[in-house]
């Protein structure tokens, strides 16, 4: 391990997330679309102003030094060819260097985004205003906190549809509902096919729940402070946990990405949970929303996922399903492949014939 190390868990409280990302840019989750904003002409002079800070956050925050350099390099050059000089829009701005730095990195988590209005200048600490968190909680409990739905399929199986990792400061009375409803239930899957990251509390938090021990998830390592995070799941967790002796399975796409990947990794190296569906997107770098100037921010990977059970982590290449199916079809796979999972051990002559007869209505909708 890097330096200092730390041990991250639930304990008896649910833990705040720093929200500053959120604040500076009120960023949706990846593969969740803005809402319409007018884009506005830019200066030659906002134009240097915006890469020239965007060159220091990373010279000073990314989590690989070394591509950091060859990102300054890159930029630097780009500017002195003049190729900056036609973008006259911000939003194309932001897209032009959002797509540069990709590029040259392949780290989905690196953009640059425009906002209409103007963000908030974040005084030391990196706390936001109360009236900048009021916005944004209420803009999560818009959302549910990320629960979209929660349901009692047939034969006795439960269906969480989650589409973020919101805070769990938030999230955490909506989930601890949704969970103890899914406590008295057979089995259970998890949709995280439009689930496009947020909290590592959230996901120690749902990982508590499905999980019987205190376990290590992953590691953090975070460049900046030298400093390694290792997250664990807890033995408590409010309402009732569903526990770990029942099946799991975990819907996944290609939009399936960072936090919804990190509990996907977690629960398929643990031997915990069937994946099903696609090779998610491959985003595997936490890190922190910086402002470039009023109307610009940028998302800057500080750190880097470390598995405790693999070594390393899923970047680049996503987390790779256990049964490969396309997302559309991944309900009816998991649901298939579940009720066969109950069937082996059902405890009557009315159970195997209430499992047959869902599977037969199933296959007859494929």
Known sequence: ???????????????????AGAMLL???????GQPPQADMQISKEQRQQVVDRLIAELKLGYVFPEKAKQLEQALHRYQRSAGYAAITSANQLAEELTTQIRQQTGDLHLRVRYSEKDLPVLPPGGTPSPQVMAEQAANMRGRNYGVERVERLPCNVGYLKLNEFAPAQYAGETLAAAMTMMSNLDGLIIDLRDNGGGSPETVALLASYVLDERTRLNDNYYRIDDLTEQNWSTTFVAGKPFGQQKPLYIL?????????????????????????GETTGGGAHPGRVVRLDAHFGAFVPTGRSISPITHTNWEGVGVAPDVAAAAKDALRVAQTALLNDLLKTASSEQQTQRLKQRLDAIGKES
Do not use: C, W
Request: charged letters at 20%.
């Open 1 to 19: 391990m890097h330096g200092k190390t730390i041990i991250r868990s639930l304990r008896n409280t649910i833990l705040a997330l720093p929200l």
């Open 252 to 276: 996944t796409s290609k939009r399936t990405f960072s936090a919804a990947e990190d509990f996907s990794y977690a629960m398929k190296n643990l031997k915990r949970a069937t994946i099903v």
């Open 26 to 32: 009120a960023m949706p989750a990846h593969g969740q």
